[in-house]
Every structure is written in C-alpha cells, then in structure tokens.
C-alpha cells in the first residue's frame, strides 16, 4: 500500500499481513479551502484483504506542540511525576512505583530458537541435537502453540499422535543441555474441560461463546478467555497448568518446564476487531469494566503464572527462576520476571527499521527486558516461493538473496538487545534452513551468536544491575549523552550496557551507514580498535558479515570463555579490555544463574576500575559469596589505546595476567 497527497507520496510502501494488521501514522500540511487529490495504491496479496484510512481532525502549530491526557472512563485520575538527575533516576522511580525487576535466569541471555511451529516431539529434540552436531552455541528451543489436540485448545495437553513421550523430550532436552519454553493462552475452547471447571465459577469471559464466534483453526472452534483479574481464577489457571504441564513434568526434583510463553496476552480473544467490541469480548472483568481494566490483562496473567510456579516450591531447596514472555505489557510486569517481545511483525526491511526505535522506546519506559521476532514473523509470498525453488534447484534468485541478508542483519541486531530469539513463518528460521554453511548469512550468525555468549559476564552483570541497581540494558543514547543535542531523536544506534553502541544495517545492499559519535567521549572502533573522536558525523563501514558497533573511552569489558550453553562452563579466565582514555569502572555481577539463593543475599560482585592517569587496574575486595562461586580466577587485562590498536582477539589476546583470589589487587599497565 501506498498513499499520495496531492501527486505527493506521504506513506512509502507499506506491507503486512490482513489478521494481524498495524498502523502507519503520518503527517501533512493541507491549507484550509483547498481540495487536493487523495490516491491510494492497494495491491492486495493472497485471500482476505482489506485497508482503512483514518483521518484526525486538524490542529494549529501550538495546539499540535501541547499534551493532552485523558481518559475514556475512570473514577479519577492520578498523575506522577518522575523526577531524577538522569534517565536512570527516572526509570528507577517508576520502579520504585510499579516493583523492582526480577533477576531473570541466566540462560535467559543466550540464544532461542523458536518457530511457528514445532509440529512433533522428535522436530523439538532433532532441532536442539542440530545446534549442538553443528556446534552453535544455543540455550533455549521453544514450543509454540497448537502442540494439544485440534479441539482441545486450552486442555494444556501434548497430543500423543505427535508427542508419545512429553517427559521424555523434555529429559532429553535437558540431557542436551537445553531449555524448554512452552505456549500458554488464556484461551480455552468450549468443550475442555479446563474451560468447564472455569466457567463454573463464572471465571470465564462468555461474550465469545455467546456471539458464537469461531476461531481459525479446523472447522472453527468456539472459545472464550478467562478473566485473569479475580484472585481465585488466577489460581486455578496456574492449577490447569500446573496439573497438565509444571508439577506432571517435574522429573528428580527438576522441572521439566523452564519457561512460559503467554501468548495472546492483549487480551486477543478475536482478530482484527474493532476497539469497542475487542472491550465487550474480554469482560466485564472482576475489578469492574474492560474498558477501565483492558490494558492491565497481561500483568495479572503473569501474576497467575510467577506466583502460581513459586508457590508449588515454596520452602524446597533451589527454586527454579520464574521466566515469562508476554506479547502485551503493562506496568508492573518486571516484577513477574517478565519480558516482553514486539508481537507478529512483518517481514520487511522498514519493519526492522522500526523495531530499533520500538525497542529503545519499550526499554525507556522502565521495563528491562524486551524482544522481537528476530527475522520477522509474516512473511511475504515472494520469499516463500524463492525458499521453494531454493529447495527444488539449489538456485538463489534476487528475492532469496534479499531474504538470506535481511535474515542476517536482523540476527546481528538482535545480538545487541535484551532477548536474543529467533522466530517466525515458513521459510523455516534456523540459520541452517536459512543459508548454507559456507554462506556469509551462516558465517555471520555463528560469528555474532558466539559472541553473544563471549559476553555472557558482561551480560549477566547488566542482569544483576537490573534488579539491584534499576538498570536499563538497552539504551537510547539519551540516557548516557544527555546535553549533547545530535542524540535527542536517533533511534538505529543506541548503547547496550555501560560500554557497546551498536549501529545495526536496516537497508537492503547497503554496505555503510552513518553513525553520530556522541560528543562527551572518543570512541573505538569494537573489531579494529580504530579510535574515532567524538562529536561527529561519520559513514563508516558496515559489510555484509558484520555490523558497525564501538566502544566508549574508559569501557571495561570482560570477555568469558567459548561457550554452547549459558553455564558449559565457569569464567575462571576472562578476557579483560580496558579501553584508554578515560577513567572507568565497571561491577561484575556473580551469583548460581538459576534459583532464587539471591534473595537471600548468596551473590558476589567484585568492583573493578580503571585510572586512565597511571594506567592502572585496581580489582576490589569481593563482596559476598555463593555456592559453586570460583574463589581463585584469573582477569587477562587488555589495554587498548589510541596509538596502539589491536584487532579484537578473544582467543589469545594479549595482556597481563591477573591472578585473584578475591583480595584487593591493584596492577600498573
């Protein structure tokens, strides 16, 4: 689709799926009194098809720069105001509101591999035995919808045709050294009896059944979703879950299940369906009306699940993390131990575009983990049919071409966000079905994936900070270079963590891009260590294996080992680059990765900084300790300075030894 005003194009082409549509939103000036021509070019591909356009009524200059707030209904309203020194401040205040962020597991910050869908038992294991036959570092594969009976949405069940031996998948995905995350929906059809046992208690929204409406698949089933805002339906949702799928899979004391996906959390009881009616569909709710309670659905969801998991271990030893993933968030979620992803995104080079500035935008409002369908979710037809010749001839065309890069710049983006998850339609997503081995699209994943998990001291510090500190992982500039005008509104670079801004490649072909280098530091170049001042405007270098990331004077990165799974193995060694030119510190953060011993303060951090006058390292005393925790460790410190660069080598870099045994230790460089 296209729109022109007056011979003028106002909207560049856009594309997206009928049943699960978005909108554009656009601008432009028109004077009072004159008529000008509106053209819009719709080119409908495949079934069902349809296109609106809504127009707002026109505002003045000083009416358009005000802001308004109101509310639909509501008793009354409350305003706060969160004031701080820096963004940081602010995000910390609206936790201070709204719940401090759980500590999410660590494996959580290694790669997922998920799909729409897994259709088998032996698709999940034979995928995971893959990643580890080809050496790719993986922590998590992930069970989409539709694993139950076609008529028995909402039962929590595995069909046994497809999945004989749950308990056994699920060992084996753990034997491999894997994680399993399942779909749950707050969607039950009619004739199961977990919708039954809910609608008894009158725990059920019934406006659906009521309508006779349908759903998609089969025949079309009738559904309805339970209300999640009464106290004793949340209870007996986890219950269902816990009896089906938590407590039966529980095998040796380990749970079978690591994580949930809450699907459909909006609540989505039908597609495509005007606001008005969606609030009719999903209430009353127990508070009161959907139209006062709509938006809060996926955080009371998560309350069911986050209290419903911690409750069934209460008192036992080791507790497993809660993880949830919800496609709508609400305030408040972070303290669920839950994150959000962006929802089913199109399969465009604007769609990625626009999920950089989506998730800076979600990572300001105080929420610390997000993600998105890395590699898009719907997928247009001509990538389809280029993935189906592939599979006859063996011949790339230009639209495969097309497909494998924008694949390989969405997977080098997602390296430098919260979740690093990989999700989509047909053509299959795991980077094998992508590209072939000797491909640049399968030499880039593999390079960026290993150093995702390279980084896992780095990562799981930022973890730690979160919880602790109020930290945000993902970062719009403004948060680090306030004062400096050039960054107010740059949305395709940002810095991840205290040190890293990356500057992902959203265009197809392109082979550079411009980067601002915010003026209060110098930077260095991540791969080259290329020093660049700061304060300027530079096209630099993006090929196609690899995209433009720096690192800000006085950084402190530790670098762990070579790993396949989050916790293969202990950092007993990390690689440690100190980027001169200013002072900087940096606090790594340790704890066991997967229970909840934390909480009872069974955790070490070990402060480290850096004297850029003297060049010298000073590492802390450790504070705190835990079980499993390395006592003795060695930091092989890298220093790199502007007039001696040194390519990025995490193998065998060149540096000094450190030996630490948690006492106080300074070293000259």
């Not at 659905?297 to 993390?321: F, H, L």
């Not at 071409?401 to 924008?406: G, I, P, Q, S, Y």
């Not at 411009?514 to 270098?541: A, R």
Request: one cysteine or more.
């Amino acid at each position: 689709m296209k729109v022109y005003i007056g011979g003028k194009e106002v909207v560049p082409e856009r594309w997206r799926t009928a049943w699960n549509p978005n909108t554009y939103k656009f601008s432009t000036e028109l004077q009072k009194g004159k008529r000008v021509q509106l053209r819009i070019e719709w080119r409908p591909d495949g079934g069902e098809a349809y296109c609106g356009l809504r127009v707002s009524e026109p505002r003045s200059a000083e009416e358009r720069g005000k802001l308004s707030v109101w509310s639909e209904m509501a008793k009354d309203m409350d305003y706060y105001f969160i004031a701080g020194e820096n963004l940081d401040q602010v995000v910390s205040g609206y936790r201070t509101l709204t719940g401090k962020a759980s500590l999410y597991p660590k494996w959580v910050l290694g790669y997922w591999q998920s799909r729409e869908r897994y259709k088998t038992q032996d698709e999940i294991e034979g995928t995971l035995a893959e990643f580890r036959k080809r050496q790719i570092p993986i922590d998590n594969i992930v069970q989409d919808w539709n694993y139950w009976a076609e008529n028995q949405w909402g039962s929590h069940q595995f069909e046994p045709a497809r999945y004989p031996n749950p308990q056994q998948m699920l060992d084996n995905v753990h034997k491999m050294h894997g994680r399993f995350m399942i779909s749950v929906w707050p969607k039950f059809y009619c004739n199961t009896d977990n919708y039954k046992e809910l609608d008894a208690k009158g725990w059920m929204y019934i406006q659906s059944p009521t309508d006779d409406i349908h759903d998609w698949v089969g025949p079309g089933y009738k559904n309805g979703f339970y209300d999640a805002y009464d106290a004793g339906a949340r209870k007996m949702f986890w219950r269902q879950m816990d009896e089906n799928l938590y407590s039966k899979y529980n095998h040796d004391g380990i749970a079978g299940v690591d994580a949930w996906w809450m699907d459909a959390s909006e609540p989505n009881v039908r597609d495509c369906t005007p606001m008005w009616y969606r609030k009719a569909l999903s209430g009353p709710t127990a508070l009161g009306t959907s139209t006062e309670y709509f938006n809060a659905y996926s955080t009371v969801n998560a309350d069911a699940i986050y209290n419903g998991q911690r409750s069934v271990w209460k008192g036992k030893k080791d507790e497993p993390r809660v993880f949830l993933l919800t496609r709508s968030g609400f305030a408040g979620e972070q303290r669920f131990s839950t994150a959000t992803w962006s929802g089913d995104i199109g399969t465009r080079w604007e769609d990625m575009r626009a999920q950089m500035t989506a998730g800076l935008n979600y990572s300001i409002s105080g929420i610390p983990f997000w993600g998105m369908d890395q590699g898009g979710f719907c997928v247009e037809n001509r990538y389809v049919a280029a993935q189906q010749l592939y599979d006859r001839t063996k011949v790339e065309n230009e639209d495969l071409k097309e497909w494998r890069e924008l694949q390989t710049r969405w997977n080098q983006f997602g390296t430098f966000i919260p979740l690093f998850r990989s999700h989509g339609q047909w053509p299959l997503r795991e980077i094998w079905n992508i590209a072939p081995d000797e491909h640049p699209a399968y030499k880039s994943f593999v390079y960026y994936d290993k150093l995702r998990y390279r980084l896992m001291p780095y990562l799981y510090s930022m973890a730690g900070w979160a919880h602790f500190k109020d930290y945000t992982l993902m970062r719009p500039l403004v948060m680090d270079f306030n004062g400096d005008k050039e960054v107010e509104n740059i949305g395709n670079q940002w810095m991840f963590g205290p040190a890293l801004m990356a500057c992902p490649v959203g265009y197809y072909k392109a082979r550079n891009r411009s980067v601002y280098f915010p003026e209060q530091t110098g930077w260095y170049n991540l791969y080259t260590s290329e020093f660049i001042e700061g304060g300027q405007n530079l096209i630099v270098e993006a090929p196609y294996e690899q995209i433009p990331v720096f690192v800000r004077e006085g950084a402190i990165i530790p670098f762990g080992p070579e790993m396949q799974w989050s916790d293969e193995k202990p950092a007993e060694l990390i690689n440690l680059y100190i980027y001169a030119g200013k002072d900087g510190s940096f606090q790594l953060y340790e704890d066991e990765g997967t229970n909840y011993n934390y909480e009872k303060g069974k955790y070490a951090t070990i402060d480290i900084t850096y004297n850029d006058a003297t060049r010298t390292v000073s590492f802390g005393k450790r504070s705190g300790s835990f079980n499993g925790m390395l006592k003795e460790r060695r930091f092989n410190v890298v220093l790199i300075t502007k007039d001696a660069p040194k390519a990025l080598n995490l193998d065998n870099p060149e540096g000094k030894m450190v030996d630490y045994n948690g006492k106080a230790i300074s070293i000259q460089l």
